[in-house]
């Protein structure tokens, strides 16, 4: 039986046979001794995104008392629930992306991951915890956001959209760049992407529409 640690574009937590590409957490544990999931979503407004497998450390996953180890189809998912490149596995794309957040913002020295933080939490979820969107025009979207289409999550890659599954995307459809979407990765994020951070988006999109 999948334990319940599979984070999808819309912020669910699922259970999946399907395998991620890369983890993260929300800074503590989520979960009890019986390695299920309590109503709490997260600890802390730290939500990180991480490598599976980081200078040869081994985790029992959900260990009791533990942070709870949570599972990404790519980085373009994480994004889009939004979280953020983790600063010890992953430092050299946690610094970029700092650096570009902070051209976005028209700071003066790299964004520090307190302010990332506090702004993220804003524009992922609603007070009362449900995932927070905005509409916008396909067209005016980077590469490697993640809307919601038809009921659906799709990818926006190369100017088509790929619907979203647990395990992959699906082959992507061509459509008008004046199409209105949910924009389910948080602004932030989405301007940084603008700037030129490049996420790792699992093989399945492929390259062409």
């Not at 399907?18 to 929300?26: I, L």
């Not at 979280?83 to 790299?110: I, K």
């Not at 009921?151 to 100017?159: A, C, E, F, I, T």
Request: net charge positive; glycine share 12%; hydrophobic share 40%.
């Amino acid at each position: 039986m999948p334990l319940q640690n599979r984070v999808t574009p819309e912020g669910e937590i699922i259970a999946t046979e399907a395998r991620g590409t890369m983890m993260g957490n929300r800074g503590g544990c989520l979960h009890g001794p019986d390695k299920t999931l309590g109503r709490r979503r997260w600890v802390t407004r730290q939500w990180i995104c991480c490598e599976l497998e980081f200078r040869g450390r081994r985790r029992e996953v959900m260990a009791p008392g533990h942070y709870t180890e949570l599972f990404f189809l790519d980085e373009a998912t994480a994004l889009a629930v939004g979280h953020r490149p983790c600063f010890e596995c992953r430092r050299s794309d946690a610094l970029r992306f700092a650096s570009l957040w902070a051209q976005a913002e028209g700071l003066a020295e790299r964004a520090r991951a307190p302010h990332m933080d506090g702004i993220l939490h804003q524009q992922r979820i609603w007070p009362d915890g449900t995932k927070r969107t905005v509409e916008v025009r396909l067209g005016e979207l980077p590469d490697g956001s993640i809307v919601r289409f038809e009921g659906n999550p799709h990818l926006w890659l190369g100017g088509a959209l790929r619907p979203w599954t647990p395990a992959g995307y699906l082959a992507g459809v061509r459509v008008g760049g004046d199409i209105i979407a949910n924009l389910l990765t948080p602004p932030a994020i989405v301007e940084v992407l603008r700037l030129g951070y490049r996420p790792r988006i699992h093989p399945s999109a492929g390259l062409a529409g």
